[in-house]
């Protein structure tokens, strides 16, 4: 798995082994046992990477190097305890300040924008049907510049209808179906960010069966 000792490497996020931290709910520091931490976690990984990355991707690949260039994995999702906050059970962690033009710079940005972005992102578990979930993701290529790639596996996706969208609403690319589709490439600079979004299967259709006799 890509989140495997994938965490924020910083010391205080280790492992109680001492051990990079796993991302997601699968680890860190708040782990003393192997597994998700939440029963209800219905999470999925994400990789984008520029044209000099180390990463080894298209997803799957095997455990990410210590020190990521050009490249970063994400992890999303719904479990029924998250917050629209930064949940330290999950292992979201604030990231540093963005680096300066020039550096590759990839980060999901929550809610409400109180943090200076993300890794993880895990939503508590949508309680109706109707309307979206929107993962909002910046972007900052490195001094390889573009494409920036993004790949996924879609047998992973929690149950729904899930698209990859620029955040100008569809000014630079068409919506990507990412249920039949595992990879993308954004090749115009243009592009600064884009929202992963969420829908509930069937969310936007309502149909009744009317007794016979009966017309509309």
Known sequence: SPVIDAGDPAG?????????NDMGAFGGPLSSTPG???????LFQLLVEGPNSNCGGPLPVGQLPDILVDCESFTMGFADEATDGLDAAFNEVEQPPRPPAGVFDA?????G???????????????????????????QAGDGGLPLVFTWDPSTLPVGNWT????AGGS????????????????????SSVAVVFQA???????????????M
């Open 12 to 20: 205080p996020y280790q492992d109680t082994d001492g051990s990079r």
């Open 164 to 167: 990859l969208r620029d955040a």
């Open 36 to 42: 998700p931490q939440s029963p209800s976690a219905d």
């Open 113 to 139: 924008g109180i943090s200076k972005g993300q890794l993880v992102d895990v939503r508590q578990t949508p309680a109706s049907a109707l309307g979206e979930v929107v993962f909002s993701m910046s972007l």
């Open 107 to 111: 980060r999901l940005l929550q809610v």
């Open 172 to 191: 630079f690319f068409a919506r990507i179906d990412m249920n039949t589709n595992s990879s993308f490439e954004i090749t115009d600079s243009a592009v």
């Open 201 to 215: 299967e069937n969310s936007g259709e309502c149909t009744y069966d009317l007794p016979a006799g009966w017309y």
